[in-house]
């Protein structure tokens, strides 16, 4: 475990407060945070020394929308002696989650400058900049740490790539994106979107590569053919294409529960009807990537 | 894999460890990431120590052993290098010195093979956060249902730990809770909204991420997702998915239903029997406190997750979140609110109980899109709340503690709802395939005449058979209604096992009611070459012929006796001529008749 354990222990500490504090409000239906609140302000009163207590009492009134008496009571814990860093990560969140992005960057920057290794706390403080517009502090935050944390999660990396193309870079958010899978493998939501970007850079070998490492990484999945004869059939290269769609055709029809799946049935009609008819460009058989943002 | 501690570092740390008091278990062992070939053992202790799991095939006979000479309190320790669906018996402990273990009540048996079936024993619970009474009656009622049995799988289904998830609270509802259990049985678990209080599902940090380990790079199969929130995993013939609702899609196209969509392809092409899907906030419950058709998650989830599960061929999806037990007819594309629900949403509108009207069928073995998919709401682990339990969805709804054990036999799931006396409260199974049943139906109606008659064609489409029964009682009710609800099948079984024939499922295109009772014509003979099933109520006869290569006329002569059945598969009423001896049994015709 050595120095991973060590990171993770400190995300248990402090980190993961400030990550359960960024959930929003709604993780909660009404209901759940009456009983929430209920049961944690009467176990901070049960317990008026224990700072946990009033953290958690914290959490639940910021789950349930007050603001003020979660910062309020985020003071109270302080008081009693929660971890600093703890409060200040927490009342960041909180205000972030209550659309007061200043005001959180005031919190975190404070935290930072006090453990400029607070790595989980600098990717929320990216989370402030994207709010306040900053797409550049952002991203410099992002990259700073998801490139330090021990775990970081395919949503994190979209959201340092959000900030990349708002900036306009896209060739930066492809390397955003391969740095992220880098560290998690060739995951299909960032290799998807890393298509995408490709594509829509004229890059084809670039996009079509992508698409070989997922099926080398996850099998021969035919929509991931079809897509990669998409590719290169919108790039006039269709005797690849059909290469492709070929492909993506044997895959289906030598498995039998592939026809029993309609949309690999549908995509397999899609693709006979591509190959019988005479080539020509763009015929598309599986839709592009969808795009998304955590 | 042995990893004797040879280097320096594990000496020093031997050393470091020799100086301090000795550590006491605080946590488990529990068991985590089941594989064929490997298993992860984790513990947790008072003070930092080394690491070490022995293991071997008895208590008293741990020869392997494998280590980590760092210090920690958070024991993680991989096991690899095993056999497949083997049991193992282990210790733990700091290099050279066990804390527990080496007895009859640690031991784990590795996954089988994956694509692999044999019998499989799950138990679920949801919503058991809350300690006490409750919780220790929902667990002992399993423990005496169970009888000392296996059990492979141990599913929690979200909020394990009130009442926000931390270290602390899953220590006592969870690690204490179930100590016995988990020191033999994997666990594999769900993020609850209570989980999220503590624990982000979207930056897989807190408590919850710190104490599980589960697969983000398809250790275990299906396709990577980067990340513990949301993953698949086989074991042995069955694909398991485990969603996150508490980062429900807003849209299509998110990460996670990209995951998905890719890992159910991947399923698909891999074919396993069966498909298991688990999160936590149901898509189908009327509650009180959680109402399906008015929480944003929930909505979401059926409104972007279930389309995929259904045109992938998912089968069963357990969630919790509501304090109650909720289970679901046969269900295929309801996406809207309860009041767009309707019966074409029913795949069958049976209750799919074994003790009522009969099992769920599928007409094809493994992965069929669209074939339905049974939701239950699991949700009554440690505490029950009024809800109205009306979801038209629903088959049926208890206001009871308790949980549900999860049984799956080859081609057949069954799943139970034990209440906290270890009484069954409700049940569902589905069955895959139109094979017969492997053994004959008991206690069937028997008529005074009857004829059968295996021709083996020249070639295969000259292959024919025929069953006459002539003089019994075949009452129309029980027959049921083939064209729209009833399951029938018509088998001839010889020594050895079914013969010929296989099942009508319910709504097989061909029925037709006549004057003395129905019939089932198809000239193609699609369904096992059966071309013709006439049921005489009034005169009390069976006939039913088939002819063609898809009669699968086998090898003659035969093992006498034969028998041959019409079975309604749905209430286990049946009908027998049993043939003792043959009038004619050669390589080309058998010819049984009665008397």
Not at chain 2, 208 to 222: H, N, Q, R
Not at chain 2, 276 to 302: C, F, Q
Request: proline letters at 5%.
């Amino acid at each position: 475990m050595g120095g991973f354990a060590t990171a993770r222990r400190w995300c248990a500490r402090a980190a993961c407060l400030v990550g359960a504090l960024c959930l929003p409000a709604a993780a909660l239906a009404h209901a759940d945070v009456t009983e929430l609140l209920q049961r944690a302000q009467a176990d901070a009163a049960a317990h008026p020394r224990d700072p946990e207590a009033h953290l958690q009492y914290a959490r639940a009134l910021q789950l349930g929308g007050d603001v003020d008496a979660a910062l309020a009571e985020l003071d109270i814990a302080a008081r009693r002696g929660a971890d600093a860093d703890d409060v200040d990560a927490a009342r960041g969140a909180v205000l972030l989650d209550a659309q007061r992005p200043q005001a959180a960057l005031r919190e975190f920057d404070r935290l930072l400058q006090r453990r400029p290794t607070a790595h989980a706390v600098r990717f929320q403080r990216g989370r402030a900049y994207l709010a306040l517009g900053d797409a550049a502090q952002a991203a410099r935050d992002f990259e700073a740490a998801l490139t330090a944390l021990p775990e970081p999660q395919p949503e994190q990396v979209l959201l340092w790539r959000d900030a990349l193309l708002r900036l306009g870079r896209p060739a930066e958010a492809i390397g955003a994106l391969d740095a992220g899978m880098a560290r998690l493998g060739s995951i299909v939501a960032l290799q998807m979107a890393a298509v995408e970007l490709e594509v829509q850079d004229g890059r084809v070998d670039a996009a079509v590569a992508r698409l070989d490492a997922l099926l080398a990484a996850g099998g021969r999945n035919p929509a991931w053919l079809a897509q990669r004869g998409d590719i290169l059939a919108a790039a006039g290269r269709l005797g690849a294409a059909r290469d492709s769609y070929q492909q993506a055709l044997d895959v289906i029809d030598t498995h039998a529960s592939a026809r029993r799946a309609h949309a690999l049935n549908d995509l397999r009609d899609r693709l006979a009807a591509a190959l019988t008819s005479p080539p020509r460009g763009s015929a598309p058989c599986a839709a592009p990537p969808a795009r998304s943002s955590p | 894999m042995r990893r004797p501690a040879r280097s320096l570092v594990a000496l020093i740390a031997l050393l470091l460890a020799a100086t301090a008091d000795a550590a006491l278990l605080t946590r488990g062992p529990y068991l985590q990431m089941p594989g064929p070939h490997g298993m992860t053992v984790r513990w947790r202790t008072d003070v930092p120590t080394t690491s070490e799991v022995a293991y071997g095939a008895a208590p008293g006979g741990l020869s392997s052993t494998v280590g980590d000479p760092t210090l920690t309190t958070e024991h993680s320790i991989v096991v690899a290098g095993l056999t497949a669906d083997t049991t193992y018996y282990y210790s733990v402990g700091e290099i050279g010195a066990a804390i527990a273990g080496n007895d009859a009540a640690h031991h784990f048996r590795t996954a089988p093979l994956t694509g692999t079936a044999r019998p499989l024993r799950l138990w679920s619970i949801g919503d058991a956060g809350f300690t006490g009474v409750n919780l220790d009656a929902v667990r002992d009622a399993y423990t005496t249902f169970n009888g000392g049995g296996a059990t492979d799988l141990f599913l929690l289904l979200g909020d394990n730990a009130y009442l926000t998830g931390t270290d602390g609270q899953y220590q006592t509802a969870v690690f204490d809770e179930h100590q016995a259990l988990l020191r033999s049985t994997p666990v594999w678990s769900v993020v609850g909204n209570h989980e999220a209080v503590s624990s982000n599902s979207i930056t897989g940090v807190g408590p919850y991420f710190d104490m599980f380990t589960f697969p983000t790079a398809a250790e275990l199969g299906g396709v990577a997702s980067g990340t513990e929130s949301y993953f698949s995993f086989d074991y042995g013939a069955v694909h398991f998915i485990v969603l996150d609702s508490e980062q429900a899609p807003a849209a299509a196209g998110t990460p996670m239903l990209l995951w998905l969509e890719a890992d159910l392809q991947g399923a698909v092409l891999q074919n396993p029997d069966w498909i298991v899907a688990l999160w936590h906030r149901p898509p189908y419950s009327k509650g009180l406190l959680h109402d399906s058709d008015t929480e944003t998650n929930e909505i979401r989830m059926r409104q972007f997750a279930l389309p995929l599960l259904d045109q992938y061929g998912v089968d069963v999806v357990f969630c919790g979140h509501s304090h109650s037990y909720e289970r679901s007819y046969l269900l295929d594309a309801h996406y809207g609110s309860s009041a767009t629900f309707g019966g074409a949403n029913q795949v069958d509108p049976g209750d799919g109980n074994p003790n009522g009207d009969g099992a769920y069928r599928k007409a094809d073995t493994g992965i069929s899109g669209h074939s339905g998919v049974v939701y239950v709401v699991n949700g009554s682990g440690s505490d029950v709340r009024m809800t109205t339990l009306n979801h038209p969805a629903m088959v049926a709804g208890l206001l009871e503690l308790g949980s549900v054990v999860i049984d799956i036999d080859g081609d057949s799931l069954t799943a139970q709802f034990v209440n906290s006396t270890a009484a069954v409260h409700d049940a569902f199974r589905i069955v895959k395939g139109r094979t017969c049943p492997s053994a004959p139906a008991a206690g069937c109606g028997t008529a005074p005449k009857g004829k059968l008659r295996i021709t083996d064609g020249a070639d295969p489409t000259k292959d024919k058979w025929i069953w006459k029964w002539r003089g019994g009682t075949l009452a129309a009710g029980d027959l049921g209604d083939p064209s729209a609800q009833t399951d029938l099948a018509v088998c001839v079984y010889d020594a050895t096992g079914a013969l010929l024939g296989g099942s009508l499922l319910h709504a097989t295109p061909g029925w037709a009611p006549t004057a003395h009772g129905l019939r089932y014509s198809d000239s193609l003979g699609a369904q096992h070459g059966l071309r013709t099933l006439k049921l005489n109520v009034d005169a009390g006869t069976i006939l039913a012929k088939a002819k063609g290569s898809a009669a699968g006329v086998p090898s003659l002569p035969a093992a006498f006796p034969l028998r041959a059945q019409l079975v309604n598969l749905d209430s286990g009423t049946c009908w027998e001529s049993a043939f003792a001896i043959a009038k004619t049994n050669s390589s080309k015709r058998v010819v049984a008749t009665l008397p």
